[in-house]
């Protein structure tokens, strides 16, 4: 897939583009974006090659990826270096990387405003402010947390279900009916 065609040179150019909008480094996204649209693995140097990047940066970003879950290295017959792929269910795709950003990003804060309420001295100018401020958000990322664990023991077909009967019920608001 050295020669790429005008859509898909553009779908990892926005790809990259949002990554860097969502806190993922820019190569990490594109190389994300190549793998979903190669019909076959792809070894290292040829993805170098593909995006112009650094070899090197290549290895950096596929082992974030494979952290992620969502790439994986496959070996290919007759071939004696390693290959990747991307996940290629969007489905299954986007349920990992959500349950990767809450453990990165939602965990914490749960737990830093955990802390910070049983900290909180009560003496303080504004303590009484503060503490209701803070336990507003612990209780939103708390409702977060737990919509998400029910979201995640539900098959994926379902999920798809209740995406579409919101959307349906989102329209039939908008209509008046």
Known sequence: MASLTGVQKQYILHWGEMGTRWGINRT??????????????????????TLSVARSNVSTSIRELETWGIVRAVHVLGDRREHYESMKDVWEMF????????????????????????????????AEFTRERIAAM?????AVTEL?????RLPTGTVRKLLRLGAKVSAKRKSGR
């Open 148 to 152: 998400h664990d029910e979201m995640k």
């Open 28 to 49: 990490v996204a594109q190389i994300h974006a190549l793998l979903y649209l190669s019909p076959r693995p792809l070894p290292a140097e040829e993805i170098a090659e």
């Open 95 to 126: 349920r990992l990387v959500v349950e990767q950003r809450k453990r990165r990003e939602i965990d914490p804060t749960r737990e830093m405003l955990r802390r910070s309420l049983e900290e909180l001295d009560p003496k303080e100018a504004g």
């Open 138 to 142: 612990a209780g939103f990322f708390d």
